[in-house]
């Protein structure tokens, strides 16, 4: 069993930054992807950035790429989302997600492939 708790979230003008913490209690951390996706109202959940359990194995949305990063530190047992030059439509409420991420048909990138879900955290971008 894992438990994810996001922290972080908040107001912020266009063009300034957040940074997203997402810990998470349970045995074997490291063993386990972790991503980021956010909700806007009235739209679909949608995904932001994973990794996996090496920093150099992480994936973004095409909509962050190059704003975002994600980062882990397996030793506290937490992730991050480093959200930089942010744009109106970056608000929404930010969701922690894990999983083992095993199976030959697990995509990274798929809501439905993560067991584990926070209760989200709310950033609004705006002036």
């Known amino acids: 069993q894992v438990q994810l708790v996001e922290s972080g979230g908040g107001l912020v003008q266009p063009g300034g930054s957040l940074r997203l913490s997402c810990a998470a209690s349970g045995r074997s951390f490291s063993r386990y992807v972790m991503g980021w996706f956010r909700q806007a109202p009235g739209k679909e959940r949608e995904f932001v950035a994973a990794?996996?359990?090496?920093?150099?194995?992480?994936v973004y949305a095409d909509s962050v790429k190059g704003r975002f990063t994600i980062s882990r530190d397996n030793a506290k047992n937490t992730v991050y989302l480093q959200m930089n030059s942010l744009k109106p439509e970056d608000t929404a409420v930010y969701y922690c997600?894990?999983?083992?991420?095993?199976?030959?048909?697990?995509?990274?990138?798929?809501?439905?492939?993560?067991?584990?879900w926070g209760q989200g955290t709310q950033v609004t971008v705006s002036s």
């Open positions: 990794i996996r359990w090496r920093a150099g194995n992480a």
């Open positions: 997600a894990a999983d083992q991420g095993l199976g030959s048909s697990w995509y990274i990138w798929a809501v439905q492939s993560y067991e584990y």
